[in-house]
């Protein structure tokens, strides 16, 4: 039942927000009484530079393989076999889920359940898929947060840059707290852990989690292959919407993109929608640098990029067979042909 009223509600949101799209949306041609003219919608579209929307397309693309290498990695360090193939084809998988199937699961979760599925370290292969995640998030903060440095003559970029910069070092804290062995005895951390419901299995993924304080190279190389992934999606995006008309400083919204998009990334709404064109109306639109109609064709684009790219993990799911560790877990063929070998 609960599944149920969860799914209502985050379809409720998303048309929700898609009403409040519809709403702020321009989409007729009109003048205004000081004669300037503003382009509908269809008009916006239509004038957009093809050239520069498949270089956005094009862009998108680069950031599948880097996150797919990304989790490899973080998969190598923890001991964990699998091969760069299979981390690709599951992360490909996970975006599958994420950006084109309605519900409340999340292609995280369905990347951990097949991750977890056939290995003997279910713990370690499930956080490797949140420290991933996690490892995702930090880097659209470090992109925000260094080229907002930049742009703090701009009103809305200084809000945002304020804001990220405070949130992460709020987050440096936190973690200071939890990743250190002297920090985690002095607040009795352990203790409390293990005293909460489901403690043990608690523990056994708290343990997972703090290991990775062991690998500091790998998890500072998917840093840096996090901020680089997220540089370039923002740069795609910011590209869409110049195609589309948009004389904003590439700064400002190499900036505000990765604010939106943290937007987007609280589940409560289809890929962010209204959230994020809410945000970007407050922090963007200003014309004639920008309209509603070119930042709403800016972020749908950005999402049907992602959308398009997604469909790979479709060819996926359809072939089956789509766990990390397939070498583990025997095909139903297979082990009825050893069966008859073994009778005969």
Not at 62 to 86: D, E, F, H, Q, T
Not at 192 to 219: E, N
Request: charge should be positive; hydrophobic fraction near 50%.
């Amino acid at each position: 039942m609960k599944k149920y009223v969860i799914l209502i509600l985050r379809i409720g949101t998303a048309a929700a927000g898609l009403a409040y799209i519809a709403y702020a949306l321009n989409w007729q041609d009109h003048t205004d009484i000081e004669g300037a003219f503003h382009p509908g919608i269809l008009t916006t579209l239509k004038g957009a530079d093809l050239r520069l929307l498949l270089l956005g397309f094009v862009m998108t693309g680069m950031v599948y393989p880097i996150l797919g290498v990304r989790w490899w990695l973080l998969l190598r360090a923890r001991g964990l076999p699998c091969s760069l193939w299979n981390a690709f084809r599951l992360s490909m998988v996970g975006c599958f889920f994420n950006y084109c199937m309605p519900g409340t699961t999340g292609g995280d979760l369905v990347k951990a359940y097949y991750a977890a599925k056939g290995s003997d370290r279910k713990a370690d292969a499930v956080i490797s898929v949140v420290v991933d995640r996690v490892i995702g998030l930090l880097g659209l903060f470090v992109v925000a947060g260094v080229t907002g440095l930049f742009m703090l003559h701009e009103p809305g970029a200084r809000h945002v840059t304020i804001f990220i910069w405070g949130t992460g070092l709020t987050g440096a804290i936190g973690a200071s707290v939890y990743f250190s062995q002297r920090l985690r005895r002095l607040f009795y951390l352990d203790s409390l852990i293990q005293k909460l419901p489901g403690g043990a299995l608690l523990t056994k993924v708290d343990a997972a989690a703090v290991a990775y304080r062991h690998h500091l190279p790998t998890v500072f190389s998917a840093l840096g292959m996090a901020t680089v992934l997220h540089l370039i999606l923002a740069s795609a995006t910011a590209i869409s919407g110049l195609a589309l008309g948009m004389t904003i400083p590439l700064g400002l919204l190499l900036t505000v993109i990765p604010a939106l998009f943290l937007g987007a990334a609280v589940p409560i709404s289809y890929q962010g929608l209204g959230i994020m064109e809410a945000i970007g109306k407050e922090l963007l639109v200003s014309p004639p640098l920008c309209t509603v109609n070119q930042l709403v064709g800016m972020l749908m684009l950005t999402r049907l990029y992602q959308i398009l790219y997604s469909l790979i993990g479709a060819v996926f799911v359809l072939r089956g067979n789509i766990h990390l560790h397939p070498k583990d877990v025997a095909e139903p063929d297979q082990t009825e042909n050893e069966a008859s070998s073994q009778a005969n």
